[in-house]
């Protein structure tokens, strides 16, 4: 594969595309869900704050250990010579797909203070 068909290219992308990964999936969606499940409080904002720090460690682990996989998954739908948006389409969709999965039972183990 050609270097510029790669993303991220080189470490300080990854470290950038980490971080909006991150911050979005951390600070808007995890209280936004406790929020809409429990109530709109500033308890539950509370305690959604003292589990965040546990919920980014997940989510910056899973990033770092879905990355390889999802480019394989993304490599099994699309044709090595298809072009660069259906690439990086491709593989946004199979990373948040697999993201979505591993922390929709994770985020709840974290929250819930227990493994069911």
């Excluded at 990033?63 to 593989?91: A, C, E, M, Y």
Aim: proline share 4%; net charge neutral.
């Amino acid at each position: 594969m050609d270097f510029y068909m790669r993303l991220p290219r080189n470490h300080r992308e990854f470290v950038l595309f980490l971080l909006i990964v991150s911050l979005i999936s951390v600070n808007l969606i995890a209280p936004l869900i406790s929020m809409f499940e429990l109530d709109f409080s500033f308890e539950v904002w509370q305690n959604t704050l003292r589990v965040l720090p546990f919920i980014w460690l997940a989510v910056v682990s899973l990033v770092i250990l879905t990355q390889k996989p999802s480019g394989k998954l993304k490599d099994l739908i699309v044709h090595p010579k298809d072009s660069f948006r259906s690439q990086i389409t491709i593989n946004i969709l199979c990373n948040v797909f697999l993201m979505s999965f591993f922390i929709t039972l994770i985020g709840a183990w974290i929250g819930e203070g227990a493994i069911h």
